[in-house]
């Protein structure tokens, strides 16, 4: 089975837990049509808590399902040396990953490579270092890393 048709297969199933999980935690706000008292509420806060965390099943798992097709494209644009896919209004391309920069150790940044935002505690100036590390300058605590690489989708002109 392709990356693509088993990226397919997963996301079909997940749709389908997704479905499952939501209909039965939905199912409980039924109790809303009746007069409301204490075990009323209480039982409304217990299904409205089930709902959330099924809502963050689900998201966990698109996340997840996302991270997969992604990696299998990556896999696919390698194997086959093919550098993009025209689809329908869109084109899918490979790319490498870029320059970013990894904080070793948050304490060890100098003071000035630092930024402060409304409310403490500091933080790394991320664009001023890469800068400096780019430029061949060391930073303490800081390093230059390169990224995943990634897959771009653009849409294209008709």
Request: aromatic share 4%; charged share 20%.
């Amino acid at each position: 089975m392709s990356g693509a048709a088993t990226a397919t297969t997963a996301l079909q199933d997940t749709l389908a837990e997704a479905h499952a999980a939501l209909a039965t935690a939905v199912g409980a706000y039924g109790i809303l049509s009746k007069p409301w008292d204490a075990d009323d509420i209480i039982e409304t806060m217990q299904a409205s808590a089930r709902l959330h965390l099924a809502a963050m099943d689900i998201a966990d798992a698109a996340k997840a399902l996302a991270i997969a097709a992604r990696d299998a494209l990556q896999a696919a644009f390698s194997e086959t040396g093919c550098p993009a896919v025209n689809i329908t209004g869109f084109r899918v391309s490979a790319q490498d990953g870029h320059r970013t920069v990894r904080v070793i150790d948050r304490q060890a940044v100098p003071h000035n490579y630092t930024i402060q935002p409304p409310t403490p505690p500091r933080e790394p100036d991320i664009p001023l270092i890469r800068a400096l590390l780019v430029a061949g300058e060391e930073v303490a605590g800081c390093e230059l890393v390169t990224g995943k690489p990634s897959i771009r989708f653009t849409k294209r002109s008709t």
